[in-house]
């Protein structure tokens, strides 16, 4: 229970925004290319910012 007060950390809201992306972009990529491509391309920008806050949070 005390879980649901603690407070996200960085990495942690990029992780739920990743997901959020690449789920919708799965959901697009029937109706519109396009936009499932560019939801996509956001997405892999934040999974390459995961990374890099990972490997600074690791040093």
Known sequence: MT????K???IEK????YTYL???SFEMALKDT???EKLHR????LF???KQQS???VD
């Open 42 to 45: 956001q997405a892999d920008n």
């Open 34 to 36: 396009e936009k499932s």
């Open 8 to 10: 996200k950390s960085k």
């Open 48 to 50: 390459k910012e995961i």
């Open 14 to 17: 990029l992780k739920v925004r």
């Open 55 to 57: 490997y600074q949070q």
């Open 22 to 24: 690449m789920r919708r």
């Open 3 to 6: 879980s649901w007060f603690r």
